[in-house]
């Protein structure tokens, strides 16, 4: 039988530093993923609540989420890197972000969408 602990804060042992459990729960990061992005390969290093990801081309990722967002309303952070070069990732504005899966583009100095070697992407929101 599994156990449930209930609690509305939570504080060290000498009760010196509490954190309401809201804080906590709002405050986690719901998806993460540290992956390795190159053409036509899209290895996950490491992730949570990440079921896979989808390579759309150069420059496009898409992360499918393994336990769906609450709605289409959340926040995400990422970033993108090569040894040497200057890149940018952003959410794709030609696609609709769902409550399973968003993408991401990364592109180059000049515009132009490229793969790069390191891709991690984070999601804060409420789980559904």
């Known amino acids: 039988m599994a156990s449930i602990l209930r609690v509305d804060t939570l504080t060290d042992a000498s009760s010196n530093n509490s954190v309401p459990m809201s ?3 709002a405050g986690t990061a719901k998806v993460w ?3 390795t992005i ?3 390969t899209h290895t996950i290093q490491d992730s949570f609540n990440v079921t896979s990801l989808t390579d759309g081309g150069a420059g496009i990722t898409s992360v499918v989420i393994n336990n769906d967002m609450d709605n289409d309303d959340y ?3 990422a970033c993108i890197g090569i040894s040497g070069a200057r890149c940018f990732a952003n959410l794709n ?3 609709d972000v769902t409550t399973g899966s968003y993408k991401m583009n990364s592109t180059n100095h000049a515009g132009g969408f490229e793969d ?3 891709f991690g992407s984070s ?3 409420d789980l559904a």
Do not use: K, M
């Open 116 to 118: 790069y070697d390191v």
């Open 33 to 35: 993923c540290s992956a």
């Open 23 to 25: 804080t906590v729960n």
């Open 123 to 125: 999601i804060h929101g």
């Open 75 to 77: 926040a995400v952070s």
């Open 38 to 40: 190159a053409t036509n």
């Open 93 to 95: 504005a030609n696609s």
